[in-house]
């Protein structure tokens, strides 16, 4: 039913910008709760930050000050601007998303959001 691409994801320096994208499909005009977790070799997966259908957001501490979730409600997609990149920013990147969502507020629980997309790496070079 609903479909999300992951894009941007590369090699970059400590220090450096990156913009991940991710485009949902299957649905149109439904409201969404879109979220972006990562999961580092050996660790587990673990929340970076979440955005309502009207733009409320929810942050993990290592994301505060540093990255940006943001989207586009028409058509679905979601961005994750990261500043400042680190080594431990390294780390396969996934979107989530869930449909007509009951809360308002984004949670940062991964049985929340029924739907993934297959994830984009982000490594980070020192």
């Known amino acids: 039913q609903v479909q999300l691409v992951e894009s941007g994801g590369q090699l970059v320096q400590a220090g450096d910008s990156l913009r991940l994208s991710c485009a949902a499909s299957?649905?149109?005009?439904?409201?969404?709760?879109m979220a972006w977790f990562r999961q580092a070799p050996g660790k587990e997966r673990e929340f970076v930050a979440s955005?309502?259908?009207?733009?409320?957001?929810n942050y993990a501490d290592s994301a505060k000050g540093r990255f940006t979730i943001s989207r586009d409600n028409a058509p679905n997609t979601v961005y994750l601007q990261m500043n400042s990149l680190k080594p431990d920013d390294t780390a396969v990147y996934y979107c989530?998303?869930?449909?007509?969502?009951?809360?308002?507020?984004?949670?940062?629980?991964?049985?929340?959001?029924?739907?993934w997309g297959q994830g984009t790496q982000v490594t980070v070079s020192s």
């Open positions: 989530a998303a869930r449909i007509n969502p009951p809360y308002s507020f984004p949670t940062r629980e991964k049985a929340y959001y029924p739907y």
């Open positions: 299957g649905r149109t005009f439904t409201n969404y709760a």
């Open positions: 955005i309502s259908w009207s733009g409320t957001t």
